[in-house]
């Protein structure tokens, strides 16, 4: 199952990104986390040090590789070069699952923490004035929409701050959103910018309280988010205790907490695939990126790179 993080920044979407990746790897649950936030803080809130983090392989620096990987035998899609972040797979594409063995985990996929762990990467000297964030982003969309996963499989991805990702179509690619909100009116509004734009595509989104201090901010949250609101996690001496360089056991995380994380790992389980939706807007926001700037970029029409035949699903994984 996918699962994105979303809210406002410093909301502590990449701590609850943290949290949550530990506790359904301590199930032994096959999980792979990714960060795709251009401010790279996942590894480092997983316990990674500084210089452990930086020397990470990025994502977004081995795009050409990753393309060359997924594109296969897919007779649709001329070269690597031709394929675009919304580019869907089909027939003769390579698939990946949640922990299979492939060159593209094998170069890029460390252990972090005890969680297997991709980057982005962040935004290096050259890229500044001359590249946006989606450039950096492309692989994971790409990732995304050539996975097939499984109940009981995760995928949890630390994405960027706000609403940036209705940019592409990456907001579809999740079975459950979970959108961190702190009782702020700042915190709410990224949350009413959220829902508002996910609603129109079916995109589950459950809101996670953050840093709740007592039942007065329980009670904004509901009056502000009304049924979306999952659960809340309070505010904990365990995260401030890791965020000062002494992290422990996650045994250690208080109760309340721990069942917080319970309830979102509920959530995610009782979601229902719906692959025949979800290779339908990779199509379809891949025909809007085409008409939109990727035709005259790449040189070719490349609504000829969908497959009309192909539905993504466990039955069509490759290993």
């Given at each position: 199952?996918?699962?994105?993080?979303?809210?406002?920044?410093?909301?502590?979407?990449?701590?609850?990104?943290?949290l949550?990746?530990?506790?359904?790897?301590?199930?032994?649950?096959?999980?792979?986390?990714?960060?795709?936030?251009?401010?790279?803080?996942?590894?480092?809130?997983?316990?990674?040090?500084?210089?452990?983090?930086?020397?990470?392989?990025?994502?977004?620096d081995?795009?050409?590789?990753?393309?060359e990987h997924?594109?296969?035998?897919?007779p649709?899609?001329?070269?690597?070069?031709?394929?675009?972040?919304?580019?869907p797979?089909?027939?003769?594409?390579?698939?990946?699952?949640v922990?299979?063995?492939?060159?593209?985990y094998?170069a890029?996929?460390?252990?972090?923490?005890?969680?297997?762990?991709?980057?982005?990467?962040?935004?290096?000297?050259e890229?500044?004035?001359?590249?946006?964030?989606?450039?950096?982003?492309?692989?994971?969309e790409?990732l995304?929409?050539?996975?097939?996963?499984?109940?009981?499989?995760?995928?949890?991805?630390?994405?960027?701050?706000?609403a940036?990702?209705?940019?592409?179509?990456?907001?579809?690619?999740?079975?459950?959103?979970?959108?961190?909100?702190?009782?702020?009116?700042?915190?709410v509004?990224?949350?009413r910018?959220?829902?508002?734009?996910?609603?129109?595509?079916?995109v589950?989104?459950?809101?996670?309280?953050?840093?709740?201090?007592?039942?007065?901010d329980?009670?904004?949250?509901?009056?502000?988010?009304?049924?979306?609101?999952?659960?809340?996690?309070?505010?904990?001496?365990?995260?401030?205790?890791?965020?000062?360089?002494?992290?422990?056991p996650?045994?250690?995380?208080?109760?309340?907490?721990?069942?917080?994380?319970?309830?979102?790992?509920?959530?995610?389980?009782?979601?229902?695939?719906?692959?025949?939706?979800?290779?339908?807007?990779?199509?379809?926001?891949?025909l809007?990126n085409?008409?939109?700037?990727?035709?005259?970029?790449?040189?070719?029409?490349?609504?000829?790179?969908?497959?009309?035949?192909?539905?993504?699903?466990?039955?069509?994984?490759?290993?």
């Amino acid at each position: 199952m996918k699962i994105a993080l979303v809210g406002k920044g410093g909301s502590g979407k990449t701590t609850l990104a943290a949290l949550l990746a530990r506790h359904l790897a301590g199930s032994g649950a096959p999980l792979l986390a990714v960060d795709a936030d251009i401010n790279q803080h996942l590894a480092a809130a997983l316990g990674a040090a500084e210089d452990e983090a930086v020397l990470l392989p990025a994502l977004g620096d081995h795009l050409s590789a990753i393309k060359e990987h997924l594109r296969g035998s897919n007779p649709r899609i001329s070269s690597a070069s031709a394929m675009v972040k919304t580019t869907p797979p089909g027939r003769g594409s390579r698939l990946l699952s949640v922990t299979g063995a492939n060159p593209i985990y094998d170069a890029l996929v460390r252990e972090v923490g005890g969680i297997r762990l991709a980057v982005t990467g962040p935004f290096a000297t050259e890229d500044l004035g001359v590249a946006c964030y989606h450039s950096k982003v492309g692989a994971v969309e790409l990732l995304l929409n050539h996975m097939i996963d499984g109940p009981g499989e995760y995928v949890v991805v630390d994405m960027t701050a706000g609403a940036d990702s209705f940019a592409s179509g990456l907001f579809t690619r999740f079975d459950t959103t979970f959108l961190v909100c702190e009782p702020t009116l700042r915190s709410v509004g990224v949350y009413r910018q959220y829902v508002g734009y996910a609603r129109d595509f079916g995109v589950r989104v459950h809101v996670v309280g953050n840093k709740v201090d007592d039942e007065s901010d329980v009670d904004f949250l509901r009056t502000h988010v009304g049924d979306d609101l999952l659960t809340w996690m309070g505010r904990s001496a365990y995260v401030k205790a890791a965020e000062r360089g002494t992290p422990q056991p996650l045994s250690v995380l208080e109760t309340a907490n721990r069942d917080a994380l319970d309830t979102m790992r509920e959530a995610v389980d009782a979601c229902a695939k719906d692959w025949a939706t979800y290779t339908r807007q990779a199509v379809e926001f891949h025909l809007r990126n085409a008409t939109a700037w990727a035709n005259e970029k790449v040189g070719e029409d490349l609504a000829d790179q969908v497959d009309p035949d192909f539905v993504l699903g466990p039955e069509v994984l490759v290993h």
